[in-house]
């Protein structure tokens, strides 16, 4: 499996960015992934996840509001978009993946993911 995020920046407080995450070389048909940050001094946190189970596709956000995942299984691109940023949001985003998973995706915890893209900065200004 492989991830490369892309799409980060900097962006004034309240503004939108999407970041986007190019994921191949899934084996299993049921597998997760995951947007997953980690801002100076504080430990990752899991944003939102999706999956796939018995053919069909599911989107967990876990920041509710602000933070939504998508994907378009066409292109293997798995997308976050981000509204109304903080200064808070200032973090690496990555894009995490767990091939061979038939759980709900939302039963992982950062640690759990085994494959993760390289991070994209994103810098909110106050």
């Known amino acids: 499996v492989q991830l490369v995020e892309s799409g980060g920046g900097l962006v004034q407080t309240g503004g939108s960015l999407r970041l986007s995450c190019a994921a191949s070389?899934?084996?299993?048909?049921?597998?997760?992934v995951g947007w997953v940050r980690q801002a100076p001094g504080r430990e990752r946190e899991v944003l939102s996840c999706?999956?796939?189970?018995?053919?069909?596709?599911y989107y967990q956000d876990l920041k509710q509001g602000r933070f939504t995942i998508s994907s378009d299984p066409e292109k293997n691109m798995v997308y976050l978009q981000m509204n109304n940023l903080q200064p808070e949001d200032t973090a690496i985003y990555y894009c995490?993946?767990?091939?061979?998973?038939?759980?709900?995706?939302?039963?992982?915890?950062?640690?759990?993911?085994?494959?993760w893209g390289q991070g994209t900065q994103v810098t909110v200004s106050s």
């Open positions: 995490a993946a767990v091939d061979d998973w038939g759980h709900w995706c939302t039963a992982l915890r950062h640690y759990d993911y085994d494959v």
């Open positions: 070389g899934f084996i299993d048909e049921e597998f997760a």
């Open positions: 999706m999956g796939r189970q018995r053919g069909k596709y």
